[in-house]
């Protein structure tokens, strides 16, 4: 996969055609709206000023997602982008780098914002088609302590990475390396639940090889806003600080930390019907000539189409009610707001563009 063949949403994709109502929107888990529940959960949240700490549906929220994951102290963060942001500050000081996949989110997909804000350097090393990064690559980036290199710091993995779960003993062994070398570890965990729920383990224990995780709920977890980066007590105290920095202070965001609170309870389970849909897509595009796939683990169907058809096929699903993103590699993402029925339409609309 090349950076041309992912997109993460656009203006062109961003809705059906002139009066086409939209029967499938695929384009991400970001798209869904907050259900009735979740409204009546926001609608009766108390909240206070969170600045002055006072906010108790964010306290609740913080204590809840760190016990969750295992950890001692979380951060509510506006986006999952401030969350890495405030981690890579937290973890690295100017000068210092940052071990990361090539196509990671944290390197290539926010900003930059390490780098501009941070003075921190990453170091890029190439993501294997699973998402793993060579131990001996990772190995080969640590700097030896010498005043010509930049200090390498920290770690940083991605789970689930393109829809896939990073083998746990992989994440162990990487993990540990990393930990004799002197380096912190970072997890993006924007969809750990996802990978929690197609492999059957607790997310404490996909988070407890890491110094830190963010984690999403504005993703499959279907809430409308909101990320949370948990770790060690001292390591959070510092990212409240750089939270604050960056701009990331806000007030009575209980009525965000209620809608998250919800999806725990009600939303974390059911990313197995999402985990079906995926399945049930690709099982349907399964035989398409001209469609190439593999069988998605999570919510994210990738399909390569054959002939440069990609943007042609797009333009069809679009006219059909059907959104998704992508050039040659398309991304179908499933998600709380898309039903069997919705799936059925896109494999139809589908097998009407090849013709069988
Ligand atoms: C969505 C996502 C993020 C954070 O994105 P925001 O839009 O800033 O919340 C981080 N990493 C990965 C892998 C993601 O998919």
Aim: charged share 15%.
């Amino acid at each position: 996969m090349t950076a041309s063949t992912v997109s993460y949403g656009g203006a062109a994709d961003a809705s059906a055609a002139a009066g086409v109502p939209v029967v499938a929107d695929l384009r991400s888990d970001t798209v869904t709206r907050p259900t009735a529940a979740m409204r009546a959960a926001i609608a009766a949240a108390p909240v206070g000023d969170d600045v002055f700490g006072d906010d108790p549906s964010i306290n609740a929220l913080q204590e809840r997602i760190a016990a969750l994951l295992g950890k001692e102290a979380a951060l509510f963060m506006p986006s999952g982008t401030q969350s890495n942001l405030c981690a890579l500050l937290a973890h690295c000081g100017r000068g210092d780098e940052y071990i990361v996949g090539q196509m990671a989110h944290t390197y290539r997909y926010e900003g930059g914002g390490a780098a501009v804000l941070g003075s921190i350097q990453p170091q890029p090393v190439p993501n294997q088609p699973d998402g793993t990064l060579l131990l001996a690559d990772i190995d080969a980036a640590i700097k030896p302590d010498d005043p010509h290199f930049a200090r390498t710091r920290l770690l940083c993995l991605e789970n689930t990475w393109n829809g896939n779960v990073l083998p746990a003993d992989y994440v162990e062994a990487a993990t540990a390396q990393a930990r004799r070398r002197g380096l912190a570890t970072h997890l993006d965990g924007a969809r750990l639940f996802n990978a929690a729920v197609a492999s059957g383990l607790p997310a404490a224990r996909l988070a407890g090889p890491f110094d830190s995780v963010s984690v999403c709920f504005s993703k499959g977890l279907g809430a409308p806003v909101g990320s949370a980066l948990c770790g060690p007590r001292e390591l959070i105290a510092r990212a409240h600080r750089i939270r604050k920095m960056a701009g990331g202070g806000m007030r009575q965001a209980g009525l965000l930390a209620a809608a998250a609170l919800h999806a725990l309870d009600h939303h974390v389970d059911r990313l197995a019907v999402d985990h079906a849909l995926a399945r049930r897509l690709a099982e349907g595009f399964a035989g398409i000539p001209g469609l190439q796939l593999t069988p998605p683990q999570t919510n994210i169907v990738f399909v390569t189409v054959a002939d440069g058809r990609g943007p042609a096929l797009l333009a069809h699903l679009k006219s059909r009610g059907v959104l998704a993103t992508g050039l040659i590699g398309l991304r179908f993402v499933t998600h709380l707001d898309v039903d069997a029925a919705g799936i059925d339409h896109a494999i139809a609309a589908t097998r009407e563009f090849f013709g069988t």
